[in-house]
């Protein structure tokens, strides 16, 4: 088997057999893999745990952008965006097959805000410095609509050109998990956290964890714990503390994917103040296009949110102010939130708002040793996760080693499998095992939509791969995370979803009892992202 597979039972076998780690992460988003992967790349026994799948929370639902936050920039955050563009140039070096430059255009409808962007645009440029993925520039009235042929003329005056990143999050999740296997750590998902364990003293000495498919409850020992599960970070402090305050306020960003005859450039365009003042984004992305997204406090954090019917407004009647081509709730394809973990300031008080508050990270300790890291970005992921491991290098009194995730080339990433087609690309160097499974069976070379669409074309041989390889244990993670469909267009994810439990079940060796069960929850899953009949 190759270094950097991702099987569940091998991983399983190892947990029962090692009798105490370094360092276990409880949370399988993007700062729990990127702490594994510090840790594990340092030489440290480290174990990952996640309640579901990896990224099934906020880091599979984010505006798909590797990006320094030109936003940032106007609330004088200028550390927080110097530091998210050094992070963004290397994951372009690190991750190629799934981080890409990307054009981006400001609309300009007044000489004065033109002024003002373009200067905030060539600061953002100049912090960037040997990693800059270009240079900004003003473009003429007539070139920005040649740019954006279905863009609104009226009092435009031109548009600013400047350059930013994209990617696939969730795919470059799956990647993280393989790149931390290859650096010897261990990961599992659909296994749930429970309880802390504390020696005498009350110091944090390892978890009690439960494997939600097997049924089977271990306590798991370890030198540091940490928590990084994002929005639910404060339900794993209070196992801790029982009266730990409340830290994490969620907010709620909610886009919506539109066909492309909306929006035909294959650049993406910056509305930079909207009538709430809040940034919305139009971003090709999988020959769909990507709009959003939205900042509304919740109250409390789910595991699968819901856009709110005021949200899906916003995005709609922002995107009709500034394009002639006025889409209606009918013609949304997939809609879908993600919950921010913001950290709440002591300053926080009920009238302040979302985008007011920082995203930068914070590192806390409680008195029994254990670590929470909370907030963040994508873009900063890495960095975020070298502190993380430094403290608990500090914390748990473990032998000195530096990071050495600067250069540590993302799963999949190898130059020598770097397919230039659509839908093999994100890949990397599995393309080459995937189609050696078509080669082995011509049958799972049938594609499982019959569509012109490029990124509608997926082989039966990718589901195969998807639940042997990457660790897919439902419809879900096949369907939302590993292949993208459901947050692109639910309808279709729904269409295929029986297809999918079949080759699943004989897969995972499950009787037609789970395959009707898998197919009846999916349905219901899929149904709130497929908004024009909720």
């Given amino acids: 088997m190759m270094k950097g597979f991702l099987n569940r039972d091998r991983f399983l076998n190892i947990l029962e057999n090692v009798n105490h780690w370094d360092i276990i992460i409880i949370g399988g988003g993007s ?25 099934k929370g906020t880091s599979s639902r984010s505006t798909k952008l590797v990006h320094g936050g030109i936003r940032y920039l106007a609330q004088g955050n200028i550390k927080l965006v110097y530091e998210a ?19 981006f255009i400001i609309p300009i409808f007044s000489w004065k805000m ?104 271990y306590s798991i020992y370890s030198k540091i714990v940490i928590n ?35 929006f035909s450039s294959s650049n993406a365009v910056v509305i930079p103040k909207t009538s709430d003042g809040r940034i919305l984004f139009c971003v090709p992305w999988y020959d769909h296009v990507l709009v959003g997204t939205t900042d509304t406090f919740l109250e409390k954090s789910v595991l699968e949110p819901k856009p709110l019917e005021e949200e899906i407004d916003f995005i709609l009647q922002t995107f009709n102010k500034y394009f002639v081509f006025n889409p209606k709730k009918s013609d949304i394809l997939s809609a879908f939130s993600g919950l921010r973990p913001l950290f709440v300031p002591n300053n926080y008080s ?12 914070k590192l806390m300790i409680s008195p029994s040793g254990l670590i929470s890291i909370i907030g963040g970005k994508w873009t900063t992921y890495r960095k975020m996760s070298e502190y993380a491991v430094n403290k608990a290098v500090e914390i748990g009194k473990l032998n000195k080693r530096p990071s050495v995730t ?61 639940v042997r390889y990457e660790m897919a244990r439902t419809i879900e993670d096949v369907l939302a995370r590993r292949f993208r469909l459901l947050f692109l267009n639910a309808k279709k994810a729904i269409d295929i979803a029986p297809r999918v439990a079949s080759l699943m079940a004989k897969e995972l060796s499950r009787d037609e009892k789970w395959e009707k069960s898998q197919i009846a929850d999916f349905k219901e899953l899929a149904m709130r992202y497929y908004y024009p009949v909720v």
């Avoid at 992070?87 to 799934?98: D, Q, S, Y």
């Avoid at 130059?415 to 799972?444: A, F």
């Fill in 350 to 361: 009920s009238t302040t708002k979302t985008k007011d508050i920082s995203r930068s990270h």
């Fill in 228 to 262: 990084a599960t994002g929005v639910f970070s404060d339900s794993i402090s209070r196992m801790d503390e029982s009266e730990c305050p409340i830290l994490i306020k969620p907010s709620q960003g909610t886009h919506i994917v539109l066909n492309k005859s909306f």
């Fill in 31 to 55: 700062t729990g893999l990127g702490i594994a992967l510090d840790s594990a790349s340092r030489g440290y026994k480290t174990l990952l745990l996640e309640q579901s799948d990896f990224s």
């Fill in 114 to 217: 033109g002024l003002l962007y373009w200067t905030g645009l060539k600061l953002y440029e100049w912090l960037s410095g040997s990693l800059s993925f270009g240079k900004s520039k003003f473009i003429s009235k007539n070139e920005t609509i040649k740019n954006f042929p279905e863009i609104k003329t009226n009092k435009l005056k031109g548009g600013i050109l400047y350059y930013d990143g994209q990617f696939d999050d969730a795919r470059l999740a799956i990647n993280l998990a393989q790149t931390c296997v290859q650096q010897g750590g261990i990961l599992l998902n659909y296994f749930q956290v429970k309880n802390l364990i504390k020696k005498v003293g009350n110091k944090i000495s390892g978890v009690v964890a439960y494997d939600l498919e097997t049924k089977k409850k």
């Fill in 406 to 466: 600067k250069n540590i080339k993302i799963y999949g990433s190898n130059s020598l499998y770097q397919s230039q087609n659509y839908h093999w690309k994100k890949y990397g160097e599995d393309e080459y095992h995937i189609k050696k499974l078509i080669e082995e069976n011509p049958l799972l070379g049938t594609p499982l939509i019959s569509q012109d669409s490029s990124y509608y074309y997926c082989t039966e041989a990718e589901v195969i791969w998807m």
């Fill in 85 to 103: 563009l050094q992070e963004r140039g290397l994951l372009l070096k690190n991750a190629p097959h799934l981080v890409k430059k990307q054009k």
